[in-house]
């Protein structure tokens, strides 16, 4: 079974914050990703990596940045965060028989 | 712009019926096609994919692929009330950042 973990599940941080959300795998994948969902807005791809030290911005990258530095690991960081950014954040792998994705439990985040 | 297009719903069925869901995809060159289910406050699970032309089955569910047509649609029969959810439909259109996603079809099965 894939197994993707997103340690922080519920965050409450305070607007200007520097918030880091983990995504942990626990095989070998090379691509991973972060969405953001918001009601009415679907899913939103912010960041992919490839492989350590790789990334792509995705659709809307802007107030985020990532960091990859093991194959396991994929971060999100939000430098300040902002009241905007208030959502659901989804981790992802990408694998298997037609390069199937496979979500995290998700980290709901409020910034106040 | 390569997109994915679901009705938003929400449709509603009784329990027992088959729900029927649809997709349409821009890239005519697409080669996998993926359903996903994603109950409230949940993360998106895989029901399945499908990839070649026609009907796949697993269990009630039912994947039907027109790549002429660029439709892919999901049957669910005898339906339950726990399969009231947002089922969003997925286009592997290449690499990495070009796995679309649908807006999501909100299902709510009528007991």
């Known amino acids: 079974d894939v197994k993707v973990t997103q340690s922080s599940r519920y965050l409450v941080k305070r607007t200007g914050e520097k918030v880091f959300l983990e995504c942990v795998q626990d095989?070998?994948?090379?691509?991973m990703f972060w969405y953001r969902q918001d009601p009415g807005l679907g899913l939103r791809l912010i960041y992919f990596?490839?492989?350590?030290?790789?990334?792509e911005k995705g659709d809307i990258p802007e107030g985020y940045s990532v960091s990859r530095e093991k194959k396991e690991r994929f971060s999100l960081i939000l430098e300040s965060a902002s009241t905007n950014q208030t959502s659901m954040y989804l981790c992802?792998?990408?694998?298997?028989?037609?390069?199937?994705?496979?979500f995290g439990e998700g980290s709901w985040l409020t910034v106040v | 712009q390569k997109e994915v297009e679901q009705n938003s719903g929400p449709l509603s069925v009784p329990e027992g019926a088959i729900a029927s869901l649809n997709c349409t995809y821009s890239?005519?060159?697409?080669?996998?096609f993926f359903w996903y289910r994603q109950y409230s406050g949940k993360s998106p699970e895989l029901i399945m994919f499908i990839y070649s032309n026609g009907d796949k089955e697993d269990g009630r569910f039912t994947a039907q692929l027109n790549k002429a047509s660029q439709y892919v649609s999901l049957l669910i029969r005898d339906s339950q009330p726990s399969d009231s959810a947002t089922y969003l439909c997925a286009v592997n259109m290449g690499y990495g950042q070009n796995f679309v996603f649908g807006p999501g079809t909100r299902l709510s099965v009528l007991p």
């Open positions: 095989m070998d994948h090379e691509n």
């Open positions: 992802a792998i990408q694998t298997g028989a037609g390069n199937t994705i496979y």
């Open positions: 890239d005519r060159g697409s080669q996998s």
């Open positions: 990596s490839y492989d350590v030290k790789m990334k």
